[in-house]
Every structure is written in structure tokens, then in C-alpha cells.
């Protein structure tokens, strides 16, 4: 099972690559591909956009085969599809390699109900009108961070590299390196050098979400991802496969423990949490005696959920009520900034902050490069979203791809 889930990750992060790499202009009006499929199946960001601005298009019809999925499988998505969620157990791999045996578990089941905390903001926080999901959904943070953080970098070191060679003047590698360049202007190079504002701040949060998993495995997924804790809730009412150990079997071993993706390890008996399964199998495909398995049953033999304490979910609420009028409320978030220039067709600024999860699509598409992500010229509420510096790239006329790319209309 564990070689069938690395394949369904490997799958699953190639074609979130490959969607990411043909957002762009590639000298016609139209994307050939589903670039915003991951964005569709997505339930959060389907649920906050609902509640935010009262709207739900129909491609996040998709999402609720996730959710279904969750009923039978658990938070399967985590462990089997999310492409966050690969890149972290690609890191913490290392860790796992890096560290003896005795003390790589790397567990912190108080930090476990964080995660439930954020969803809790974040859906009230939509309740009153702030789409804040695009700060801690995943999917919109990946594609964001790899836009605006890595691919300018990527692009730049790429095409140096093969600058430099073809600047040697040596035949072979002239010709090579001249080959390469114009084989992956039409994939991996951009129609033109992307340069974003904002670069080194949005790159270093994504790396530091990526090292974090140096301290506990998949840490993203297991104490802050909001996405997780969606579906968390779902499969606390799993009623699809639970994991079972058998106690006379059992020798203590702990290594279920130790590969455990989502430190919901079933060990000791009933320890096992359906919330916080990412259905990886890893214990049962260590197990060296056999003493777990994977049944289908209703019955509920998972004890090891997480206990929300009401005085921590009442401070998430009340912090959501009270930060909605304090970030709408400033001075900023007047839109008093003449610099404000949103994409064209643009809906009305309000309606546009209830709509927008700040996934960075409409910037990765932009041909000139026009599109920036916002600072401080749309208030705390408008972090990140997309405005046109004219400065920086001038909107094309008969272009439309940023409303083709955008997600939530």
C-alpha cells in the first residue's frame, strides 16, 4: 500500500506541477488546460466563498467529492492527493533518515487542535464578510508562494545557466545550450523575466512551512493547516475504513508510531484518531507482527481524537468577530489609495475582497507581468490580492486570461 500512495502522491504533484507551468501565456488568448482544477476540488475554499460572498460557481460542485471521499476514506486528500502535503513528507523524509530511531517521532498532541482553532476563525470570519481562507488553504498558499516566491527565481537561475554556457563560445555547448533555451520557452521559461514585489517575504513563509517539517513530520498538516481540520471534522464521522490494532498481537515496538503521517498512531489499543488519519497505511505496512489492521465497520473505535477545548474555540470566535470590523475598519481599507487598480473586469472592490483568496493565478497568467500582489494599498483585508502596476506591465488589450484563471470569479 505504501508504494501505491507514494504513486498517487508522485501523480497528483506532476500534474499540480504541470497545471502550475502551463499558467501562462503562450501566444493565444486560451489555456488548453484545467490550471485551477486543485482550486475547484477544494472544499474550503468552496465553504468560506460561499459564506463570504453569498456566491459558490459551479465547478466547486467538485469539491464535495472530496467530501464524500472523507465520509468512506477519511482525510484521504491529505495523505494521498494534497500536493503541500507531498512536499512535506518529501522534507520530512530527511528528518526521518537524519535522526536515530528513538527519536524521530517528533509528536506534539497539544499542538493537534490548532489547526481546528484557525478553521474555526476563518469560517466565522467569512460568516461577517473577510475571505481570509487564501492566507492558510493550501492549495491557494502553494500556488501563491511558488508564484510570486520560487518560479521568478527558477526562472532567473535557469536561464543564466543556460546563458552562461551558450557565452562560452564552445560549439557543443552553444548549440546545446541554445537547444534547451528554446525547448523550455514553452514550458518552464515565461514569455518574458517575471519580477514580483514581495519575493523574498512570500518565499521565505512557504520555506519556512517546508522546515518546519525538521521538527515533526508533515507539521503544516498536523497542527496549522485549516484544510486538514475540515476534513478532520468529516472524518470524525468516518464511516468508511478505521484502523484496529490488536492488542495480544502487539509488541510494543512503537513503530507505528514512528511512521505515522498524521500522529494519529494506534498505539497503545484506541489511540487511533479518525480525525487526524491521513490514511497512509504506514503502520500497517510496518507492523512486523501484523497486529493492525484496516477494517471496514461503523463501529467507532477511535479515542485518540482531538479534545477542542470550549474556552479555545469561543477566543477563535470572538477573535474572528472582533478582527472582521478592526481590518475592514482602517484607514486603508477605504481604497482611498489612487494606486488601487484592480484586473479588468474586476467586480465592485467589496464584492471583490468577499470573492478573492489571494491564490496569485491571475499573476502567474499575466503576460506582462502587470499584475502585483498588494501590501498595504487595499488595507490588512486586501493582503496579497491582485492590482495592475502599470509601472511594471502594461494590461493587453484583447487579454483575458486572469478571469479565465481566477477561481472564484
Known amino acids: 500500500m505504501k508504494n501505491l500512495r507514494r504513486l498517487s502522491q508522485i501523480a497528483f504533484l506532476l500534474l499540480f506541477i504541470v497545471l502550475f507551468i502551463q499558467t501562462q501565456y503562450r501566444g493565444t488568448n486560451e489555456l488548453g488546460l484545467p490550471v485551477k482544477l486543485f482550486l475547484d476540488f477544494d472544499p474550503l475554499i468552496a465553504l468560506v466563498s460561499l459564506l463570504a460572498s453569498h456566491t459558490l460557481r459551479l465547478a466547486f460542485v467538485f469539491s464535495l467529492f472530496i467530501v464524500t471521499a472523507t465520509l468512506f476514506f477519511g482525510r484521504f486528500f491529505c495523505g494521498w492527493v494534497c500536493p503541500l502535503g507531498t512536499l512535506n513528507t518529501i522534507i520530512g523524509y530527511f528528518r526521518m533518515k537524519a535522526l536515530s530511531p528513538g527519536k524521530n517521532e517528533g509528536r506534539y498532541p497539544s499542538l493537534r487542535p490548532i489547526k481546528y482553532y484557525i478553521l474555526v476563525f476563518v469560517i466565522v470570519a467569512a460568516i461577517f464578510g473577510w475571505n481570509s481562507s487564501g492566507f492558510f488553504d493550501p492549495i491557494s498558499l502553494t500556488i501563491r508562494s511558488l508564484t510570486i516566491g520560487y518560479n521568478p527565481v527558477a526562472i532567473k537561475i535557469t536561464a543564466s ?29 515565461a514569455f518574458e523575466q517575471p519580477v514580483f514585489r514581495q519575493t523574498i517575504f512570500i518565499g521565505m513563509i ?26 478532520g471534522l468529516l472524518g470524525r464521522w468516518q464511516i468508511g475504513a478505521r484502523v484496529v490494532l490488536d492488542e495480544e498481537k502487539c509488541i510494543s515496538c512503537r513503530k507505528c508510531v514512528v511512521s505515522c503521517q498524521g500522529d494519529a498512531s494506534p498505539f497503545p489499543a484506541g489511540a487511533w484518531g479518525s480525525m487526524e488519519c491521513l490514511t497512509c497505511q504506514n503502520c500497517k505496512d510496518v507492523c512486523p507482527v501484523g497486529a493492525i489492521e484496516i477494517k471496514w465497520t461503523r463501529e467507532k473505535s477511535s479515542t485518540g481524537n482531538v479534545d477542542l477545548e470550549r474556552r479555545w474555540l469561543l477566543a477563535g470566535l470572538v477573535g474572528a468577530v472582533a478582527a472582521v470590523p478592526a481590518v475592514t475598519a482602517s484607514t486603508s481599507s477605504k481604497r482611498l489609495d489612487p494606486l488601487l487598480i484592480r484586473p479588468p473586469g474586476a467586480v465592485a472592490e467589496n464584492e471583490f475582497l468577499e470573492r478573492c483568496i489571494k491564490c496569485g493565478e491571475c499573476m502567474k497568467v499575466c503576460l506582462t507581468n502587470g499584475l502585483q500582489p498588494t501590501l498595504t494599498e487595499a488595507g490588512l483585508e486586501g ?17 483575458n486570461l486572469c478571469s479565465q484563471v481566477c477561481p472564484t470569479g
Open 161 to 189: 545557466i543556460l546563458q552562461g554556457i551558450y557565452n562560452t563560445g564552445i560549439p557543443g555547448l552553444s548549440r546545446a545550450a541554445d537547444t534547451a533555451y528554446t525547448a523550455l520557452s514553452g514550458s518552464l521559461l
Open 206 to 231: 512557504f520555506t519556512a512551512i517546508l522546515l518546519l517539517n525538521l521538527v515533526a513530520p508533515r507539521f503544516w498538516c498536523r497542527y496549522l493547516c485549516p484544510l486538514g481540520a475540515l476534513l
Open 383 to 399: 493582503l496579497w490580492t491582485p492590482i495592475l502596476v502599470p509601472r511594471l506591465g502594461y494590461c493587453e488589450y484583447n487579454c
